[in-house]
């Protein structure tokens, strides 16, 4: 799903006056260490842990890529890990937009706790060397709770 709204919206980013502009994908090297979460669940009747902490870090190869690991407090209340690469090709004025594709355990309801893949919608806005990345995780069927999610980030070097 989210693919084809890039697609759609990919005409938009290659207008000059048009309201998406593309990132720039000179290479960087910066380093981040990311919060845990804190997540606003759409089923608010579920009793879900909405305060995620935990810790991570993303390395930035360039504008639009990053690679996220780390370690977060779960909304079922069980440790999860996480490995992934931020795709952010496009934005709209400082906020950068595209998608996490990362893998994540400890789900009990997700194939037993083991390992998944996901694709979460994700924006980016940042400052010097504080920075917010917000998830939007879709609900899937009973096994994953979806919500907005929040996590804190500092730049530890450039």
């Known amino acids: 799903m989210l693919a084809a709204a890039l697609l759609l919206l990919a005409p938009l980013a290659q207008a000059d006056d048009g309201l998406f502009t593309k990132i720039d994908t000179s290479p960087k090297s910066e380093l981040w260490v990311d919060s845990g979460f804190l997540t606003a669940h759409f089923n608010r009747d579920k009793d879900l842990n909405g305060a995620n902490r935990g810790l991570g870090a993303e390395y930035r190869f360039n504008g639009a890529l990053s690679a ?91």
Not at 128 to 145: A, C, E, M, T
């Open 68 to 158: 996220a690991a780390g370690r977060f407090f779960n909304s079922d209340r069980e440790w999860c890990d996480y490995a992934g690469v931020i795709w952010q090709p496009y934005a709209i004025g400082p906020v950068r937009l595209g998608a996490a594709l990362a893998a994540f355990n400890g789900y009990p309801h997700m194939r037993e706790g083991g390992w998944f893949p996901a694709a979460i919608p994700t924006a980016t806005v940042e400052y010097q060397r504080v920075g917010v990345n917000i998830g939007f995780v879709p609900s899937y069927k009973d096994r994953l709770y979806g919500g907005i999610s929040v996590q804190l980030k500092f730049k530890l070097f450039d």
